[in-house]
T-cell receptor, first 115, second 116 residues
Framework: DTGVSQDPRHKITKRGQNVTFRCDPI?????LYWYRQTLGQGPEFLTY????????KSRLLSDRFSAERPKGSFSTLEIQRTEQGDSAMYLC?????????????FGPGTRLLVL | GNSVTQMEGPVTLSEEAFLTINCTYT??????LFWYVQYPGEGLQLLLK?????DKGSNKGFEATYRKETTSFHLEKGSVQVSDSAVYFC???????????????FGTGTLLAVQP
């Protein structure tokens, strides 16, 4: 078990460009979460999948953000027309819903800098 | 809505000192409570958790007790080490239907610096 992995680890882009991040959860985990963390703050929830279904989206997730989880395995988070305010660490976590005491396991994150 | 408030840092201690990081929460229902730790340059790791009132979570010498009457989940350690230097996050789970936990709501984090 290699844990949750995210790619890339770092991304620098210019304002207005599109970016896409990937998350590979722990293999048997059916739930996948995306969070955003800005400097000096705790992570904030963005969206959540159970298998391939996106069950909840935060109001933080504007229409420039889209997330997918085809076939209930890896997930992608795309940001269109990036803005400087999108600069943050994007975290992915996974869990297994049938676990009696569900625990979310986090990946290392993707740090985005929008110039 | 649900929220978590934790003490601001940084907290600076000498090695072998006693540690307390306060955490209080506001929630409807019966959330699970967590402490996550983020070591320099690493991702978030679960430190301990408690799923119901009066439960005590413990790990690596750290412990926290779920206090419903005071809506608190304070983190304590009797003797800190330099290697405990990290950012500590208190969090609660926002339960959905069926009692299963889903999204986590985090506090702002507390930086702990332990000096030799």
């Amino acid at each position: 078990d290699t844990g949750v992995s995210q790619d890339p680890r770092h991304k620098i882009t210019k304002r207005g460009q599109n970016v896409t991040f990937r998350c590979d959860p722990i293999s048997e985990h059916n739930r996948l979460y995306w969070y955003r963390q800005t400097l000096g703050q705790g992570p904030e929830f963005l969206t959540y999948f159970q298998n391939e279904a996106q069950l909840e989206k935060s109001r933080l997730l504007s229409d420039r953000f889209s997330a997918e989880r085809p076939k209930g395995s890896f997930s992608t988070l795309e940001i269109q027309r990036t803005e400087q305010g999108d600069s943050a660490m994007y975290l992915c976590a996974s869990s297994f819903s049938r676990q009696e005491k569900e625990t979310q396991y986090f990946g290392p994150g993707t740090r985005l800098l929008v110039l | 809505g649900n929220s978590v408030t934790q003490m601001e840092g940084p907290v600076t201690l000498s090695e072998e000192a006693f540690l307390t990081i306060n955490c209080t929460y506001t929630a409807t229902g019966y959330p699970s409570l967590f402490w996550y730790v983020q070591y320099p340059g690493e991702g978030l790791q679960l430190l301990l958790k408690a799923t119901k009132a009066d439960d005590k979570g413990s790990n690596k010498g750290f412990e926290a007790t779920y206090r419903k009457e005071t809506t608190s989940f304070h983190l304590e350690k009797g003797s800190v080490q330099v290697s405990d230097s990290a950012v500590y996050f208190c969090a609660l789970s926002d339960r959905n239907y069926g009692g299963a936990t889903n999204k986590l709501i985090f506090g702002t984090g507390t930086l702990l610096a332990v000096q030799p």
